[in-house]
């Protein structure tokens, strides 16, 4: 079959993929940068001069973030973190949403503004804080669980996206005999997999990013995230780093392979890696969990 488009099409989809490599290259290629800094000589870095490839590689800046002690046991908690809390607040959520989800529910009106109302206005630091002691959380793994168990915003997106699912489908199941329990684990969430996985990657992204309430309500060292344990090493290289230009000769001078800004670029590499190897997974349900849960018929 011969191609039918015009002259001004074909300019059309070529002016288009320019723009889109345009695109990728302004989105991709500040994090490459920060990639090759973060594998180039630190002495070499200052030179400037680096695009796309270092030119004095070394490893050292990722070895000395490794060879610290509180690493390890700050990944082990925060890939704990992000599995334990995804998982049983992907289940709360959707088990919320559905129940939500029946307008004919007693008191509908008042639980969907409750929880809407918690998205507008929230009790502040000190508050929290003294509830969160009040229930012996602080100090505990469960203070990353509990407190953000529930994303309103990613439960409307579910609920939204269940009440889009053709009711015969539950009255066909009740009919042959199935409870509201069996038709949630059997038919819902089955069908809400695009969704669910959506908001996985939201919730997912959100446990391995987090690091501020790894600060204020835990002291043992063994439950700081790795985020925490990141920023720590952070601030101690740009407390370092500020000192006079004649010890920063005299550093120069003895070719001390890691820096400030060469830990930062690895802490970022560290920091940001593993969550983006999960995109790939949920990509095929992206889009549609968004659309399906975010449009009302």
């Not at 490839?53 to 050292?60: A, D, G, Q, Y």
């Not at 407390?239 to 230009?245: E, L, N, P, R, V």
């Amino acid at each position: 079959m011969k191609n039918s488009k015009t002259v001004p099409e074909h300019l059309f989809d070529a002016s288009l993929y320019v723009f889109l490599a345009i695109i990728f290259l302004a989105t991709f290629y500040p994090f490459w940068n920060i990639f090759v800094i973060s594998l180039n000589d630190a002495t070499d870095t200052l030179k400037g001069g680096l695009y796309f490839w270092p030119r004095v590689p070394t490893f050292e800046s990722y070895m000395t973030i490794f060879r610290n002690p509180e690493i390890w046991s700050a990944i082990k908690i925060t890939v704990l973190r992000t599995v334990v809390g995804t998982a049983v607040s992907i289940f709360c959520i959707s088990m919320l949403a559905y129940v939500l989800s029946k307008r004919n529910l007693i008191g509908w009106k008042y639980f969907s503004f409750f929880f809407v109302f918690t998205m507008y206005f929230g009790g502040g630091l000190i508050p929290t804080y003294m509830v969160i002691k009040s229930v012996g959380l602080i100090d505990s793994f469960w203070v990353y669980i509990f407190p953000g168990l529930i994303g309103v915003f990613l439960m409307i997106l579910v609920r939204t996206f269940i009440e889009q699912i053709p009711g015969e489908i539950e009255e066909s199941s009740k009919i042959d005999g199935a409870n509201d329990l069996q038709i949630f684990f059997r038919i819902i969430m089955p069908l809400c997999v695009p969704v669910l996985a959506t908001i996985g990657l939201f919730l997912a992204i959100g446990h391995w990013n987090s690091w501020y309430d790894s600060y204020v309500y835990t002291y043992k060292p063994e439950l700081k995230t790795l985020q925490a344990v990141l920023v720590k090493i952070l601030n101690q290289f740009q407390t370092a780093s500020m000192m006079s230009d004649a010890q920063q000769l005299a550093q120069s001078s003895k070719r001390i392979p890691v820096s400030s800004e060469s830990i930062r670029m690895a802490v970022t590499m560290v920091a940001t890696l593993p969550i983006i190897l999960v995109y790939p997974f949920v990509q095929r349900y992206f889009v549609k969990g968004i659309m399906m849960g975010a449009i009302k018929s």
